[in-house]
């Protein structure tokens, strides 16, 4: 198992485009969490899922941002429109049940808005 | 609503010396889980160490070990004997019954050779 990967690294759009982020989390655990993180600041959670359900959304995530599962496996977050404060580090996590565990993070998909 | 405090925005400490990241947390709930994640420059998170609030034994990880003291919501991280690769940004933080991990705004940490 290689972990939780997430792609692309880096993503550079014009405002105003969509853009789709992937994440693959590890094979065993049924938990996956996406987070935002901006430049000096700790993650901010979005949403998480328990195997294709999406339990949780934050306020946050505005109705721009769209977040699926399909089939319990890989995850992608969508993000219609975007807008220069879009720009950030988009967080993957896994964990197995809950996160009492801990949670396995990805490298990080990084967005720029130009 | 709950919260996470981390009070130093930078540390540094001499290589090979010991270093505590202070971390402060408010939340009505008794049953909870405490995290230290680090963070190297364009490196993913890594989780150093994790606390059931319910035990009341410090938990520890190699060099790594934390002071946990429930009534007072504290929980800070001492590494011991710094090493270059410790050099990371710390970030402290708190899952509840939600499910959700709030966190504080990170630490800095330097190691000075």
């Known amino acids: 198992d290689t972990g939780v990967s997430q792609n692309p690294r880096h993503k550079i759009t014009k405002r105003g485009q969509n853009v789709t982020f992937r994440c693959d989390p590890i094979s065993e655990h049924n938990r996956l969490y996406w987070y935002r993180q901006t430049l000096g600041q700790g993650p901010e959670f979005l949403t998480y899922f328990q195997n294709e359900a999406q339990l949780e959304k934050s306020r946050l995530l505005s109705d721009r941002f769209s977040a699926e599962r399909p089939k319990g496996s890989f995850s992608t977050l969508e993000i219609q429109r975007t807008e220069q404060g879009d720009s950030a580090m988009y967080l993957c996590a896994s964990s197995l049940h809950s996160g009492s565990y801990g949670y396995t993070f990805g490298s990080g998909t990084r967005l720029t808005v130009v | ?113």
Request: charged share 20%; glycine share 4%; with cysteine.
């Open chain 2, 1 to 113: 609503a709950q919260t996470v405090t981390q009070s130093q925005p930078e540390m540094s400490v001499q290589e090979a010396e010991t270093v505590t990241l202070s971390c402060t947390y408010d939340t009505s709930e008794s049953d909870y889980y405490l995290f230290w994640y680090k963070q190297p420059p364009s490196r993913q998170m890594i989780l150093v160490i994790r606390q059931e609030a319910y035990k009341q034994q410090n938990a520890t990880e190699n060099r790594f070990s934390v002071n946990f003291q429930k009534a007072a919501k504290s929980f800070s991280l001492k590494i011991s004997d710094s090493q270059l690769g410790d050099a990371a940004m710390y970030f402290c933080a708190y899952e509840g019954s939600n499910y959700q991990l709030i966190w504080g705004a990170g630490t800095k940490l330097i190691i000075k050779p």
